[in-house]
């Protein structure tokens, strides 16, 4: 890692939407392309909608912490959160519960500390709401990085169903 400090993360606004999704689109690029990928950017437009009319709630159960490129143009870097709700247990009475996604890092922005630095933010708003544990997928690149942050792999596999 460099020794060049990043740039401080600082909350996004919903004018930073575009950039959060341009950035998203930047991290689901570098991901391994499964057989019959769907190329389809249709997804874009609302999903910067979607982010303006959240970021724009303060008290939301989403958010996003940026790091602003050291050019002056757009974002270099982010991390997006929210807060899901499910039926309290042991260990979580409340069942709250943080999920961290899009951490994302422009490829000539990388290794200079940013995505730790939106991720502590982020992790210090859940912190703030009271969120006692917060899942996320990591990649292996990624691994190492939410490691040093506390993270550990869980027994649990993840199943998905597309309705």
Not at 48 to 54: C, F, I, N, W, Y
Request: proline fraction near 9%; aromatic fraction near 6%.
């Amino acid at each position: 890692m460099s020794t060049t400090r990043p740039n401080p993360a600082r909350r996004a606004t919903a004018e930073d939407a575009e950039e959060l999704v341009r950035l998203r689109t930047v991290m689901l690029d570098s991901l391994p392309k499964r057989p019959g990928a769907n190329p389809d950017t249709t997804w874009r437009p609302v999903a910067v909608e979607t982010l303006r009319g959240k970021l724009n709630d303060p008290d939301g159960d989403l958010t996003a912490f940026v790091v602003d490129s050291p050019a002056g143009t757009g974002l270099a870097a982010c991390a997006v959160g929210t807060i899901e709700y499910r039926l309290g247990g042991p260990g979580n009475p409340g069942g709250t519960t943080g999920y961290v996604f899009s951490v994302a890092t422009d490829p000539d922005q990388r290794r200079r500390g940013h995505a730790r630095a939106c991720t502590e933010a982020l992790l210090g708003w859940f912190r703030e709401r009271g969120v006692p544990q917060v899942d996320l997928r990591a990649s292996v690149e990624a691994e190492p990085l939410y490691a040093s942050l506390g993270f550990a792999r869980t027994p649990d596999p993840a199943m998905r169903l597309r309705l």
